[in-house]
């Protein structure tokens, strides 16, 4: 399989603002890494396509609700691969299709719904095993893409960075992508995790397993910071929506209320409580998502998204 997807580029962020504080701000921009496979969603799917490929398996089956980026990113990248796509759904069939699945179905995934309860048991052996019994024979990608081999994937935005720093932070929801860069760091610098989630004290502990079950050791050069999730998973408030409209006008790049929007919003809101010594560098990885948007346009006009 041949790898269409350039390195991201690595930008700095500079205004008055940074400056007084002392702090470099470098941006991954992984949102830049395709149009429709962006960001930590691609890093993750990378291997287990590779995987399904090697081992012969052209179908995969994979979890999420109506506006997910990942049924949206896996829907894209395996039409490009030429995978056959099935994305099982929470919830009951909408009367509408969300933007989200819209996209997916225009991709050639076939979408299933499951209601909430038998959702909730969707990982069960027995579950998958009546998929299979279904559908036929499948590569199961888990619900959000995380994994061992999203984990190795995710790893690689480290290897791309050339630049000497002492942060680098991402948005978290499963938090495979901060275990990826987490096993990047192998022990050195911190990575800082901003959780879009309420609280969940199981996070922490499952970011450190996935991290000693790809490299092998313990690291610690991490933590998850659960101040910033606004009211839960997909909640916003109306400064949350001013601040990522403001960041639009102010840098010219364009964030999501529920990952992107979050991580930079406490970001800076760190760096104004001077919770990082002046001369820190501090690298923030733009996990993408931007197709989240479309769930959200009440709060934004067509101009301030474009
Ligand atoms: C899915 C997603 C995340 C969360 O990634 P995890 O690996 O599940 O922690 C962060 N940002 C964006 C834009 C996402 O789509």
Redesign the pocket.
């Known amino acids: 399989m041949v790898n269409p997807f350039n390195q991201s580029p690595l930008q700095r962020l500079e205004d008055d603002f940074l400056a007084e504080k002392g702090i470099e701000l470098y941006i991954k921009r992984d949102d830049l890494i395709h149009p429709e496979i962006?960001?930590?969603?691609w890093r993750?799917l990378k291997y287990n396509l590779f995987e399904a490929r090697v081992n012969n398996i052209h179908t995969l089956l994979t979890f999420g609700g109506p506006f997910s980026?990942?049924i949206y990113a896996t829907a894209a990248a395996a039409r490009l691969f030429h995978f056959k796509a099935i994305g099982i759904i929470r919830g009951e069939e909408p009367e509408i299709l969300s933007p989200t699945l819209k996209f997916a179905e225009s991709k050639g995934m076939d979408l299933y719904y499951m209601d909430r309860e038998s959702y909730r048991q969707k990982d069960d052996p027995t579950n998958i095993e009546s998929l299979r019994t279904q559908i036929g024979n499948f590569y199961l990608v888990p619900e959000?893409?995380?994994n061992a081999l999203?984990v190795e994937g995710?790893s690689e935005i480290i290897e791309e960075i050339d630049i000497p720093f002492d942060y680098i932070c991402?948005?978290?929801?499963?938090?495979?992508?901060?275990a990826g860069l987490v096993s990047g760091l192998k022990g050195k610098n911190q990575a800082i995790?901003f959780s879009?989630l309420k609280g969940d004290d199981t996070l922490t502990p499952k970011v450190s397993e996935l991290v000693n079950y790809v490299t092998g050791f313990d690291y610690h050069n991490f933590s998850i910071n659960f101040d910033y999730h606004f009211g839960g998973y997909a909640k916003v408030t109306p400064e949350l929506i001013a601040f990522i409209k403001d960041f639009k006008v102010k840098y010219k790049i364009q964030l999501?209320p529920?990952?992107?929007g979050k991580m930079f919003y406490g970001l800076f809101d760190m760096i104004k409580n001077d919770k990082f010594p002046i001369g820190t560098k501090i690298v923030a990885l733009h996990?993408?998502?931007l197709q989240?948007l479309s769930g959200y346009m009440k709060y934004f006009t067509e101009a301030e998204i474009a």
């Open positions: 962006q960001g930590n969603k993750k980026n990942h959000g893409g995380t999203a995710a991402t948005a978290c929801g499963t938090g495979g992508t901060l995790g879009s999501e529920v990952y992107t996990t993408g998502g989240g």
